[in-house]
Structure formats: structure tokens, C-alpha cells
């Protein structure tokens, strides 16, 4: 098995820990495009299964040398109609080497399959790991390009609950966990288990008692309040733009929105914050949520209402404009039968009196099954085979499931499946740090969630990991 990994965020103890796990049934390719550490660690190497390559730029690439330039064409055209590609523009925007524009922009990610095809070409490993689902577009195109030559992708996926990592084979919507060695599986499991049932208690509580802590620090942090524009001018007076917008995001939002009435059929659509993971690329088809929201009130019948919150992040951390602005509210607003609903409006309660929830892809979702509410999802496949849980396919699909919906689908049995499910779940999670599990706060995020990361390479390349085919 032929395992390749990026190496140029380790440091050299990592690097060196990589090396010494590594069994003898997986080459392990390890690749950079920093050439004083690939020098460093090609010279010392005296592993017949290991190996360090250099990763040249586009400018250190003959291209009259190459031999995969027949593959370059219907590549690039793949690259640049999946539309996820081009949406990445907003996230990156302004490339100082390439200069601004879309048209520039697409310059770039040819360099860049350019890249990625002449090394994978080269060394073609069996697989390939991203430490994250990729979402930025240097990782989205390496995937890509990958999937293209027949490479198979393996990267981390850290839900449906949240501290808990996994090892999946696919990075688009639908994926397949790999399976951990018992041993390993078995550890914490105790604090596992009470983890979850602490995490169901909390959801099944009140919105004070259910809401992250992540979500309540940001909002103590504002003050006690979504909005607070003195606390935005003291923290971002550097970007005094994205104060302005989001003020007047959060003012169109409030003029809009109603206090909704909920002895009404209804469906809830929660929003997702923008940019993230969650919605590029997780959203596959549905980043610009209009469309999903459209979609959700074409498949549902007249008499029943679609009721729409924004994420409280848009309003208590940074509002881009390039992923709200004040016409947005007002473009949702005017469609026939969809409302906003006022951003004070606790989540609990909206689930709670509603026919079924919508998202992308959040763990709203995962909260609804909880409080014994259906879920519609229109992203990533997070949760398989739940009663209770729809992805969207076609719109005639989900007609279906939202009529069945109507009719009513026993809580108690979602309740039940959810909670089965997450305890089977996490036997294939990544051992995790006794003190999280108990306190469910962590201090230094980045710090984990890397840690987390090496733990899982580790078990990946000793051997201790089964990919599913």
C-alpha cells in the first residue's frame, strides 16, 4: 500500500515520529515543496519503504517533457465545471502573484493541476491523505487531481459530534469511514459513551443548558448579545468595512425578520455561517443557500410554512460581503411562504414545534434527531441509513420524505436510532483526551485537533487502520 502525505506543515518531531511507526507493508511517500527539507531528510534516509520527493512548482516544470499533457484537457475541464472550483474565488480572492479576476484566478488553478498532474503521474501512490476535508483551493484541486488519475483520497472528518475524528476514504458527498484496530477502538470508551449521554442530556435540556460552549463564549464575548456594534469597532477597527456590513446585514435582518408563530406547520431551515467547510465544499451544489431554500419551498406544500434563521456567528464573529450582504435577506424574504425569523429566537424551540429541520450539513441535524425531529439535509453525507434522515436527490424524493414528514414519524424511534448510532460511531473515532470528554471545553483548538491529526497518520502507516474498498 502506497500511502502519500504532504509533510511541510510537521516539524522535523513529527516528521521523525512518522518514520518510526511506519510498517513494512505501506511505501510511504513523503512530499514538499521546500527543498532544504527535502534535502535535509532525502540525505539522512535509509528506509527501504520510505521515501522523500520533491514537489516542483509550475515554473520548474518542462512541459515539453511531459507525458501526461493528453490528460491536462479533460482534467482541467473537470476542475473548472465543478462549480465548487470557481466559488473558491471568494474565499481566496486577491493572489498577488496572479493578480485579481476570475480569469486570473483560473490561470492559477491550471498551474496548479499542472503541478499535481506531473507529480502524481510520476510517483501514483495507492492513496493519498489531506488533513482536512479540503477547502481551500491548492487541497481541492490535489484531491481532484488525485481522484482523476484513480488515487484514492483519505482525510478527516470531525462530525456528527463534535472532538471526534475519523479517518474517511472520499472527500466528495459520500464517504467511507475506515475502520480502527479493536485495541484502539476499545480505548475511552467508557468516556465515550458518557460523553454522548451527557451530550443527549444536554440537547434534550433547554437552548441555555443544549447551546456549545464555542457558540456561549462568542456571544459573552459580544456582550451577552448577537449584535454589538461598539464591541465590533474595538475589535475590528482595522476593518472597518466588515463592521459596516455587517451592521447593515444585521439591521436589514432584524427589519425583516418576524417572532414566528409556532402553532403553525412549518419547516425550519438554519442557516450555516459562510465561508466554511461546512458549505465549501460540503454543500455540493447548495453553497449559495437561496438555492437550497428554494428548493426546500418547491418541494413542500403551499400550506405549510418555511421558516428561515441565520447562523448567530454571521453576526457575532466576521460578515464578509462576499457571502452576505443586505440583499440577500430581502431576496429570501420575497419568497412566497418563507420567512426570517428574529435571531433571539432560541433554536431549541424552532425544532421543537416544527413538521422537520433543514440544514447543508451542521449538527443542528444531529440536535433535531436528538429532540426526536426529522432532518433534511442538502450537503455531505454525515449520517447513513437513520430513520428520520433524508439527503437531498430530486426534488419528487423529497416531496416524499416531507409528506411522510407530515404524517408524523415516531420520536421516540429517531430518538432511539440517533442515539444507537452515535455509540456505534465512535468506536471508530480516534482516542480522545479523557479531560475534553469529561469537560466538553477545549482550550487550545488548533493544538488538539493537530494532535488528534498525528495520532491518526500514526495509525495509518503502522498499520492499525482497515480502508474500506
Known amino acids: 500500500m502506497k500511502i502519500e502525505i504532504q509533510i511541510e506543515t510537521y516539524d522535523q518531531k513529527e516528521i521523525l515520529s512518522f518514520i518510526k511507526v511506519c510498517c513494512k507493508n505501506v511505501f510511504l511517500i513523503m512530499s514538499t515543496t521546500n527543498k532544504e527539507q527535502y534535502n535535509q531528510y532525502k540525505s539522512n534516509n ?16 518542462h512541459l515539453d517533457k511531459l507525458l501526461i499533457l493528453d490528460k491536462y484537457s479533460c482534467l482541467i475541464n473537470k476542475v473548472l465545471n465543478d462549480e465548487n472550483t470557481s466559488l473558491f474565488y471568494d474565499r481566496h480572492g486577491l493572489f498577488k502573484e496572479y493578480g485579481s479576476g476570475i480569469n486570473n484566478f483560473y490561470r492559477n488553478i ?23 476535508i479540503p477547502h481551500e483551493i491548492k487541497a481541492w484541486i490535489r484531491c481532484n487531481v488525485a481522484e482523476y488519475l484513480g488515487i484514492k483520497v483519505l482525510t478527516i472528518e470531525d462530525r456528527p459530534l463534535p472532538y471526534f475524528f475519523y479517518l474517511v476514504k472520499g472527500f466528495k458527498k459520500e ?44 456571544i459573552l464575548k459580544n456582550g451577552s448579545k448577537y449584535y ?51 458549505s465549501l465544499p460540503e454543500a455540493f451544489g447548495f453553497t449559495q443557500q437561496i438555492i437550497a431554500i428554494n428548493t426546500l419551498r418547491i418541494a413542500t406544500p403551499r400550506n405549510i410554512e418555511i421558516f428561515v434563521k441565520e447562523h448567530p456567528a454571521t453576526f457575532t464573529y466576521r460578515c464578509y460581503p462576499s457571502q452576505r450582504h443586505p440583499s440577500f435577506y430581502e431576496d429570501i424574504n420575497i419568497i412566497d411562504g418563507v420567512s426570517l425569523v428574529n435571531i433571539d429566537i432560541d433554536s431549541y424551540s424552532l425544532i421543537d414545534s416544527s ?25 455531505a ?75 491518526i497518520i500514526k495509525l495509518l502507516i503502522s498499520g492499525k487502520i482497515q480502508i474500506p474498498i
Open 381 to 455: 453525507q454525515l449520517i447513513n441509513n437513520q430513520i428520520g434522515v433524508h439527503y437531498f436527490i430530486s426534488i419528487k424524493n423529497l416531496r416524499e420524505f416531507i409528506n411522510s414528514c407530515i404524517i408524523c414519524i415516531n420520536k421516540e424511534i429517531i430518538q432511539k436510532e440517533i442515539i444507537k448510532y452515535l455509540k456505534k460511531s465512535v468506536e471508530y473515532s480516534i482516542p480522545l483526551n479523557k479531560k475534553v470528554l469529561l469537560n466538553d471545553r477545549i482550550n487550545d483548538t488548533d493544538r488538539y485537533c493537530n494532535d488528534l491529526k498525528i495520532k
Open 228 to 278: 454589538n456594534l461598539y464591541a465590533d469597532l474595538l475589535s475590528s477597527w482595522k476593518r472597518l468595512d466588515l463592521v459596516f456590513n455587517k451592521y447593515i446585514c444585521y439591521k436589514t435582518y432584524q427589519k425583516i425578520a418576524i417572532i414566528p408563530d409556532l402553532t403553525i406547520k412549518y419547516i425550519i431551515y438554519f442557516m450555516h455561517y459562510q465561508p466554511e467547510q461546512t
Open 110 to 132: 491550471s498551474n496548479i493541476v499542472i503541478e499535481y498532474l506531473s507529480f502524481y503521474s510520476e510517483c501514483m501512490p495507492d492513496y493519498i491523505y489531506s488533513k482536512n
Open 46 to 61: 535509509t528506509y527501504e519503504n520510505i521515501i522523500f520527493m520533491y514537489r516542483n512548482s509550475y515554473k520548474e516544470i
Open 355 to 379: 413538521i422537520a429541520t433543514a440544514s447543508l450539513t451542521g449538527t443542528v441535524g444531529v440536535e433535531s434527531l436528538i429532540r426526536g425531529k426529522p432532518v433534511i439535509y442538502f450537503g
Open 175 to 218: 464517504r467511507k469511514i475506515c475502520i480502527i484496530d479493536n485495541s484502539y477502538c476499545s480505548e475511552n470508551l467508557i468516556e465515550k459513551n458518557k460523553y454522548i449521554d451527557d451530550y443527549v442530556y444536554r440537547t434534550q435540556s433547554e437552548y441555555s443548558i443544549g447551546i456549545p460552549y464555542y457558540e456561549k463564549d462568542k
